[in-house]
């Protein structure tokens, strides 16, 4: 698994605190003053002023299981990899923690076989886009992810939450990582989650 942050909203705290102000008529500057304001109203659930600053992030070598899991949250943007346009052929398939290596060695056997299939079909002249049936939920894909800061806290706070799926929950906390670095203000309070 693979996640880069490609874009974030400059000076995002400022931003969400100056829009936060508009509303509150609140007074402060400087980045700790932000920072506060922002704790505060994410402590009163007032997080609308969240959805002023976005997060885009580039992620890759995740099964088509975590994606599907990823882009049910309808508040964000994503471009996945296209199995009609892309060759699927060089995607490695991803190995789940719990497999033993008995486990791994006969999922690559099946998902060779399913590969093999694949290019029967195609080579028969089948549609890629039919053809791609045969290939397993576990084949690793890429996407771009678009979200609001907002949208990012509710991603967040579902998938890391130990009822998640290894998978995804090991991406989000990745993230969190990642966003912790950039605006800690917004993020901090679901640092004990995962």
């Known amino acids: 698994m693979h996640l880069q942050l490609i874009a974030i909203t400059p ?3 400022a931003l969400i605190a100056r829009c936060a102000r508009v509303s509150h008529r609140s007074e402060g500057t400087g980045l700790e003053s932000d920072r506060e304001l922002i ?3 994410i402590k009163l659930g007032h997080e609308s002023v969240l959805e002023h600053a976005v997060a885009t992030f580039a992620i890759s070598g995740v099964s088509r299981a975590c994606a599907n899991q990823l882009t049910r949250h309808r508040l ?12 699927v052929r060089d995607r490695p398939l ?4 719990s497999f033993s290596d008995e486990d791994w060695q006969e999922a690559r056997r099946l998902y060779a076989d399913a590969l093999t299939l694949y290019e029967g079909l195609v080579a028969r002249g089948v549609a890629r886009e039919d053809a791609r ?3 397993p939920i ?14 990012l806290r509710h991603i967040l706070r579902l998938r890391l939450a130990r009822s998640a799926q290894w998978e995804i929950r ?16 917004v993020f901090e309070d679901l640092g004990g989650e995962s």
């Open 94 to 97: 991803v190995r789940p923690p």
């Open 76 to 87: 964000a943007s994503f471009v996945q990899e296209s199995q009609r346009y892309v060759d």
């Open 170 to 185: 090991e991406l989000g906390r990745r993230m969190l990582t990642i966003l912790l670095d950039h605006v800690p203000s």
């Open 138 to 151: 576990g084949a690793a894909t890429q996407l771009v992810l678009t979200a609001n800061f907002r949208e």
């Open 39 to 41: 704790r505060r109203l």
């Open 133 to 135: 049936f045969v290939l």
């Open 11 to 13: 000076d995002a705290e």
